[in-house]
C-alpha cells in the first residue's frame, strides 16, 4: 500500500487538539515509524527529555512505546496504558478498509501517580530525581474521566483524518479488483475460491497480497467488511441479530455474534446497546 500525508492538514489538525486539549500528539505509520509530531516543548517536554539524557532512559521510553502499539493493534481499539516512567500514554489505531494504516499517539498524560513510585519507577536510570520532581509537577493532571474524554476526541479525530483525505492510499490493481469484489458480494457467501474466480486472480497472488496491503487473509478481510456493515445495520434498522447475521453472509448467529466481538471488542446487542441514539 502506497499512503501519501497531507501534513499541511494534519499539522493544522493536531495544532487544533493540542490547544483544546493541552496534550502531545503524534502521527505514526503502521510499522511505528513516525510520520509527524505536535510537541509543545515549552510545556509538556522537559520530564521525557531529562528521562532521555539516560541511554536506558530512552531504551526504556521505546520500549514502552512499542507495547503500547503492539496492544493497540491486537485489540484493535483505543488503548492506554502507564508507561516505565509511570505517565498515561495513549495509541488510537487508524482503519482504511478494515487494514490498519497507522496510530494516533497521544502521551506525557500525568495522572495519579505519586512522585514517589516515579523515583522508584526511575531509580536505575542516571537523571536528577530533583529535576524529575520539578518537571513531574509541572506536568497537566489528568484524572480517569479527563483521559477518557481525551481518548473519546482522539477517535473522533482519527476518523476525521480520513474523512478530510488527509491520508490517499493507493493499492495495487490486484487488490483494487479483489476488494471491489468483496464489497459488491459481501452478503454472498464468499470463499478464496469464488473471489478468486470472480476476479480472474489466483488464489496464491490474492494471498500474497492480502497479507502485503493488510496484513490478513483474505477471509479475515471479508469478516471485517461483513462486520462494519452489520454494524451500520445494528444502529441503523431494527432487525434482530439473527436477522442481520443472515443479511451479511455469516453462515450463523452464533458465529457471526463470535466474529463481531473478535472485531469490535463486544456482542452485537451490546454495541446496539451502547452506540444507538434513542429518541
Known amino acids: 500500500m502506497i499512503i501519501n500525508y497531507n501534513t499541511e492538514k494534519i499539522a493544522r489538525a493536531f495544532q487544533d487538539f493540542y490547544n483544546a486539549t493541552g496534550v502531545n500528539i503524534a502521527l505514526r505509520r503502521a510499522d511505528f515509524s513516525c510520520i509527524y509530531m505536535f510537541l509543545d516543548h515549552s510545556r509538556q517536554s522537559d520530564f521525557c527529555h531529562e528521562i532521555h539524557k539516560s541511554d536506558a532512559g ?24 502507564v508507561c516505565h ?61 479527563k483521559t477518557d474524554s481525551i481518548i473519546n476526541v482522539a477517535v473522533m479525530l482519527s476518523k476525521y483524518i480520513l474523512l478530510e483525505d488527509m491520508l490517499e492510499l493507493k493499492y495495487s490493481s490486484n487488490i483494487e479488483k479483489a476488494t471491489d469484489y468483496i464489497n459488491a458480494n459481501c ?62 453472509g455469516f453462515s450463523s448467529a452464533s458465529y457471526f455474534g463470535k466474529i463481531f466481538k473478535k472485531i469490535k471488542g463486544m456482542t452485537p446487542v451490546k454495541y446496539r446497546n451502547t452506540h444507538k441514539i434513542r429518541p
Open 58 to 81: 530512552m531504551s526504556a521510553c521505546q520500549s514502552s512505546d512499542f507495547c503500547l502499539l503492539q496492544k493497540c493493534a491486537e485489540q484493535q481499539r483505543a488503548v492506554s496504558h
Open 85 to 145: 516512567a509511570g505517565l498515561t500514554d495513549i495509541a488510537v489505531p487508524l482503519y482504511h478498509d478494515g487494514s490498519l494504516i497507522g496510530y494516533i499517539i497521544l502521551g506525557e498524560l500525568r495522572n495519579e501517580t505519586e512522585f514517589s513510585e516515579i523515583a522508584e519507577r526511575v531509580k536505575n536510570l542516571d537523571v536528577s530525581l530533583d529535576n524529575l520532581k520539578e518537571y513531574y509537577e509541572k506536568l497537566r493532571y489528568f484524572d480517569e474521566q
Open 187 to 248: 452478503t454472498e457467501e464468499l470463499s478464496i475460491q469464488s473471489i478468486s474466480a470472480g476476479v480472474n486472480i489466483s488464489k496464491s497472488v490474492l494471498y500474497r497480497d492480502f497479507r502485503k496491503y493488510f496484513n490478513c487473509t483474505v477471509n479475515e478481510y471479508v469478516n471485517v467488511m461483513r462486520v462494519e456493515q452489520a454494524a451500520n445495520m445494528l444502529l441503523g434498522s431494527e432487525m434482530s441479530v439473527e436477522e442481520i447475521s443472515a443479511a451479511t
